[in-house]
C-alpha cells in the first residue's frame, strides 16, 4: 500500500478543508461551488426505470443487455452525429472516474510508456499514467490549433493521448478542425486517442463536437474512443452510468478485461441508463436550470472584480482576480463561498478557481448577495 501511494500525488481536495470549515461558520450557511455534483432530482422516468427493473437477482452482463446496446448506439448516432454504430462499438463503464483512473492498466501500459493529457486537466488522467508506472506528460491547449503546434508534440513512447473537450476545469471547446488535428496526428503516431466528452450536452456559448462526428474521424473510429457520462445531463452521478464508444477492437480487448474482474454496471442501472438516453426533455429541462445559475454567478462574480475566461460550456466558470489562487479561495470562504483552486488543474490554474454552478437555486442566490456585499 505504501508503495502504491508514493505513486500518487496528495488528494487534492483534503487541502480545502480547512476552508470549508470557514465557509460552513458562515451564519447563512455554506454555498459550495466547490464540486460540480448534481444537486437537482433524478428524472422521473429514470426512477421509474431503476425501480423496475430492481428485482435483478442475477448478474448483469459486463457488455449490458442488448436495450442498453441499442440505447448507447442510438444516442450516439442521433446526439453525436456517428454513423454506422454497431453494439461492437460502444461499451458501458461504471462510471466516467473509474475508467479514467483504471484505463492505462486495462491497456496494459507501464513503466516506459507515456500518457499525455491537457496541461490543465482533471487530475484523474494523471492518477491512471502513475498507477501503472507510466510517465504523465502534459500538452499546451493550443497543442492543436495549428500543424506547427502539433508537430512539437513528441510521440517518442507514448501510448495514449486524453483529450477533454468541453475542458474540466476552463470549460474550453476544441474546435472540429482542432479535433481533426489531433486524430489525424495520433493515427500517424500508432498512439490511441481517447476523448473524454462528459460535458458534450452543457455548450453555453459555442456547440461542442463529438470526436466520433464523421467530419472529425472521417466515417472510421479506428484509434479513437469517446468517454461519455450520464452524472451532469441526467443528475446520475449516484448511479455511475457512463459508457465508451468507437474502436471496437480495442473496445473488444476492453471487454474481455472487464469480463476477468467483474467490471459490470449494475442491471438497474443499465435500464435507467437506457431510459435517460431515449428521453431529451429531462436534458432540456436540466439545461435551462445550469443556464440560470450560470448567468447569475457570472454577472455576481463579474461585478465582483473577477475576470472569467473560457467557459464557454461545462458546468464551472474559470475565474480569476490575478492573485494567488488560494488567497482567492480564502477571501471567498469568508463570505461563506467554497470554490476550488485551479491549482488542483495544473501549476497552470494557479492564478484562478473553478466555480461550479451546480448548487440549488436558493444557495446560487444567497452568493449573490453576498458577493454584491
Known sequence: MTAVSSRLPVFPWDRLEPYKATAAAHPDGIVDLSVGTP??????LVRRALAEAADSPGYPTVWGTAALRDALTGWTERRLGARGMAHENVLPVVGSKELV???PTQLGLGAGDKVAYPRLAYPTY???ARLVGAEPVVYDAETFTSDAAVAELDPAG???????SPSNPTGRVMSADELRRAVAWAREHGVLLVSDECYLELGWETEPVSVLHPDVCGGSYDG?????SL?????LAGYRAAFLAGDAGVLGELLRIRKHGGMMVAAPVQAATAAALGDTAHVT???ARYARRRAALRAAFEGAGFRIEHSEASLYL??????????????LSKLGILVAPGEFYGAAGERFVRIAFTATDERVEAAVRRLAG
Open 231 to 235: 452524472s451532469k445531463r441526467s443528475n
Open 101 to 103: 483512473a483504471w484505463l
Open 318 to 331: 474559470w475565474a480569476t482576480r490575478d492573485e494567488p489562487c488560494w488567497d482567492t479561495v480564502g477571501d
Open 224 to 228: 479513437i474512443v469517446a468517454v461519455h
Open 126 to 128: 494523471e492518477v491512471g
Open 39 to 44: 444537486v437537482d432530482p433524478v428524472p422521473a
Open 158 to 164: 507514448l501510448r495514449l493521448l486524453w483529450l477533454n
Open 285 to 287: 429541462e436540466q439545461r
